[in-house]
């Protein structure tokens, strides 16, 4: 009675051709014939303007033949044996290490705090500027972090306006991972705490009328951003610290002002705006006296 022969998985499709035959080396071989595994049969594999998209491994025929391994019942036994020895063993590593996970969740979970930017008892600060963007660079050397969700932040408030927010409040836990994830509507929850914070500060009031001429309006540059279009302009934003209103001039150049200082400008009124809470006053044609 002719022993059955054996091929590996990846030919379980394949079609045998002809006898078993051995090699030089008393290896036991088999012809087979089968679809291409690069282009699943198809005959077309890569760019359409190489040789019209032809599958080069099967010349576009789509089959392929070729001679591989054929095993003995023993081979097999030995080699599904093999298998299911590096089954378990890597089952049981990886049972290992989510037992670890679970066993040393307050230590990742510490460790994951000082990563992102978390205190040790779970704490963020999130910057709460109405504009993060034009601070930014003093915000990195003040240690914030960037996340696309939180925004700027840091385990310690320093010298910046910001929000608390506890992990627990938008992260979730996954012990088996050993890592945090946001909770559904994280990112709504941190953009409603910001903006609650931007409208708990709410600037004043608009100033003046529309084309009025507003003369030695004693001002501080809170912030000053680039703004890039079909001409760069500079976006100057202003407080008047005695009346909490707020100011914005859209200049053609760099005028050379420095945030934080505060000049006296005149400057007519072109438009008011409402932008999260804070009342703007939009200058234009400004002359900056001192």
Request: aromatic fraction near 12%; glycine fraction near 8%; proline fraction near 1%.
């Amino acid at each position: 009675m002719e022993e059955k022969i054996y091929l590996a998985k990846i030919y379980s499709n394949a079609k045998i051709i002809g006898e078993p035959y051995t090699n030089s080396k008393g290896k036991q071989y088999v012809k087979i014939h089968m679809p291409c595994p690069r282009c699943g049969g198809s005959g077309l594999y890569g760019p359409i303007s190489v040789n019209n998209g032809m599958c080069f491994w099967c010349g576009g025929s789509g089959n392929i033949t070729k001679d591989v391994r054929a095993y003995t019942a023993k081979e097999k036994a030995a080699m599904d044996n093999a298998a299911e020895r590096r089954r378990q063993k890597k089952q049981e590593e990886h049972d290992a290490l989510i037992r670890s996970r679970i066993d040393n969740k307050d230590q990742l979970m510490k460790d994951w705090f000082a990563k992102h930017a978390f205190n040790e008892n779970g704490i963020t600060y999130i910057a709460a500027d109405n504009d993060t963007y034009s601070i930014k660079e003093d915000l990195k050397a003040a240690g914030y972090k960037y996340d696309s969700v939180l925004g700027w932040h840091a385990a310690a408030a320093a010298g910046f306006k910001t929000i608390e927010v506890a992990f627990d409040t938008i992260y979730d836990w996954n012990v088996l991972a050993a890592d945090a994830e946001y909770k559904v509507g994280a990112a709504d929850k941190i953009d409603d705490l910001k903006k609650s914070a931007w409208i708990s500060e709410s600037r004043g009031e608009f100033v003046g009328t529309i084309k009025e001429r507003l003369k030695n309006l004693t001002l501080k540059l809170s912030s000053k951003r680039e703004i890039d279009g079909i001409y760069t302009s500079i976006l100057y934003v202003f407080l008047d610290t005695a009346t909490g209103n707020a100011f914005e001039w859209f200049s053609s150049s760099d005028k050379g002002l420095e945030v934080g200082e505060t000049y006296t400008i005149d400057g007519t009124v072109k438009d008011f705006k409402s932008y999260r809470g804070i009342n703007y006053t939009i200058l234009t044609r400004c002359k900056v006296i001192v």
